[in-house]
T-cell receptor, first 115, second 107 residues
Framework: NAGVMQNPRHLVRRRGQEARLRCSPMKGHSHVYWYRQLPEEGLKFMVYLQKENIIDESGMPKERFSAEFPKEGPSILRIQQVVRGDSAAYFC?????????????FGEGSWLTVV | AQRVTQPEKLLSVFKGAPVELKCNYSYSGSPELFWYVQYSRQRLQLLLRHISRESIKGFTADLNKGETSFHLKKPFAQEEDSAMYYCALVSDYQLIWGAGTKLIIKP
C-alpha cells in the first residue's frame, strides 16, 4: 500500500493564477481530508470529503477555494486567483471510515508558494 | 472527551542533558499524534508524526497506548533546541492542540 500520495510536493504560482493540489488516498479509503498549515498557525482542518460528497467544509475559506473527490481519480483542492496569503503547506489525509477506530493517514504535504 | 495535555509550561535543562517533553492524550480510538516546534520569531513547523516513526533533529517520540502518552525525547540537548513545542492529536478529523511547553536550553 503506497500510502496517501500528494502531488505536486512543491508548487509555485504567481498571484492571480490557479493552484491545483492532488491527493490519492490509500487503497480502500473512501474518506479524504484536507488541512492547511499556515505560518505561525499550525495545522488546521479545511474540508472532509467522501466519494463524490462534501461532508464538512467548515474550515474552507468562503471564496476561491473548492474541493472535490470524484468517483474516479484523486481528490483535488483547487485555489483560484491565488494570493500571497495562500502560501502554506497543504496536507491531505485519508481513512477507511469515520470516527474513532479509523486511523487517519497523512500524506507528505504539498507546499504552495505564491510569488 | 478528547484532549491533549502538556503538563509543563516551561522546561529548562542544561546543554548536553537529556530532554523529555511530556504529552498525554485522551482519545477513545487509535490516535494520530504530532509534535510541532516553533523557534523564536519563526513559523510553526512540523517536527514529527508518530505514524512516520522518524527521528528529526535527534528527537524521537514513541506512542504509549497503555499510558496514553506521546512524550518527545532527545538524549543530548543543544542550545538551538530552545523553542516552543506543541503536541497535537487528530480526533475524528479535527485537530486538538496541547497548550505548549517552552524549552530553554542553558549553556
Amino acid at each position: 500500500n503506497a500510502g496517501v500520495m500528494q502531488n505536486p510536493r512543491h508548487l509555485v504560482r504567481r498571484r492571480g493564477q490557479e493552484a491545483r493540489l492532488r491527493c490519492s488516498p490509500m487503497k480502500g479509503h473512501s474518506h479524504v481530508y484536507w488541512y492547511r498549515q499556515l505560518p505561525e498557525e499550525g495545522l488546521k482542518f479545511m474540508v472532509y470529503l467522501q466519494k463524490e460528497n462534501i461532508i464538512d467544509e467548515s474550515g474552507m475559506p468562503k471564496e476561491r477555494f473548492s474541493a472535490e473527490f470524484p468517483k474516479e481519480g484523486p481528490s483535488i483542492l483547487r485555489i483560484q486567483q491565488v494570493v500571497r496569503g495562500d502560501s502554506a503547506a497543504y496536507f491531505c489525509a485519508s481513512s477507511p471510515g469515520r470516527g474513532s477506530g479509523n486511523t487517519i493517514y497523512f500524506g507528505e504535504g504539498s507546499w504552495l508558494t505564491v510569488v | 472527551a478528547q484532549r491533549v495535555t502538556q503538563p509543563e509550561k516551561l522546561l529548562s535543562v542544561f546543554k548536553g542533558a537529556p530532554v523529555e517533553l511530556k504529552c498525554n492524550y485522551s482519545y477513545s480510538g487509535s490516535p494520530e499524534l504530532f509534535w510541532y516546534v516553533q523557534y523564536s520569531r519563526q513559523r510553526l513547523q512540523l517536527l514529527l508524526r508518530h505514524i512516520s516513526r522518524e527521528s528529526i533533529k535527534g528527537f524521537t517520540a514513541d506512542l504509549n497506548k497503555g499510558e496514553t502518552s506521546f512524550h518527545l525525547k532527545k538524549p543530548f540537548a543543544q542550545e538551538e533546541d530552545s523553542a516552543m513545542y506543541y503536541c497535537a492529536l487528530v480526533s475524528d478529523y479535527q485537530l486538538i492542540w496541547g497548550a505548549g511547553t517552552k524549552l530553554i536550553i542553558k549553556p
